[in-house]
């Protein structure tokens, strides 16, 4: 009988931390206001005289937490940008003890949170729910916000989109589909989150800034292709799409090379 000490999502945690404390980054924790606590993964503070980088925002979606969602990236990205990757409020170590719940709360504390740490300009790039919030943040403070990439995210979704989202799931509510809480619920959203992603056991479940950059996977079950092909059309001439084959709705953990490739020529070059 398996005890209940062996946990391959605990084993694979520890390895993800180790990962990112060998790229540089440490977990940190810091009061954003009265009310809200920010868990993250950041640089340490540099000492008098140390040369910063341009600094990375990392903003996840649902699911796991944040580290887990970028685990491919951050290695490459921290040789390039210091990278902050926090827990969205409400998910994973961040707290707060107020009532809102909209992704502009949650754009309001992560500028918090840069703020505190002594970054003024950066860049964001947000994933599925972590799209949502990043694009308010450069709609509020396009004055910080250098670049946005928009991962897989339908910031421009409407209510029809939603109602055809449950089709799809053949769910009653959006909360079953994103919250699950038995391993079926859990493999019907990994079904339509990662192309061609196989059996998974239970046990291992508008121009409001200069450049955005939209990143799609081909086979996006839970956000078609079709929105993001939209969403380039809202923004008009300073938005870019880059379509990544044989990826659903997390290519930078299905197709992370390509993903990579494509963020260092439009962040870097």
Known sequence: ???????????????????????????????????????????????????????????????????????????????????????????????????????????????????????????????????????????????????????????????RDNQELMKRANLETIEELMLPETAGQLRTLLRLAVYNGGYMPDFFLNDFIDEVLIIWGEHDNLFLLDMGKELKEMLGKNASLEVIKKAGHVPQLEQPKNFNTILYHFLCV
């Not at 503070?45 to 969602?69: A, E, M, T, V, Y």
């Not at 951050?74 to 909209?102: K, M, Q, W």
């Open 1 to 159: 009988m398996v005890t209940s000490c062996l946990s391959f999502v605990s084993l694979y945690g520890s390895f993800i931390r180790r990962s990112l404390t060998a790229a540089g980054l440490s977990s940190q924790i810091l009061d954003v206001d009265a009310d809200t606590t920010i868990h993250f993964w950041g640089p340490k503070p540099p000492s008098n005289g140390d040369h910063r980088k341009s600094s990375l925002l990392l903003l996840h979606g649902f699911g796991p937490h944040g580290i887990w969602q970028w685990r491919l990236q951050v290695s490459f990205l921290a040789t390039h940008f210091d990278v902050y990757i926090p827990d969205l409020v409400f998910f994973g170590e961040s707290i707060s003890n107020s009532s809102e719940r909209s992704e502009i709360f949650q754009a309001s504390a992560i500028t918090k949170l840069m703020e505190k740490v002594g970054v003024n300009k950066y860049s964001v790039i947000g994933t599925s729910y972590g799209g949502f919030v990043a694009y308010r943040m450069a709609a509020m403070w396009p004055e910080r916000v250098e670049k946005v990439v928009i991962s897989s995210s339908g910031v421009n979704m409407r209510r």
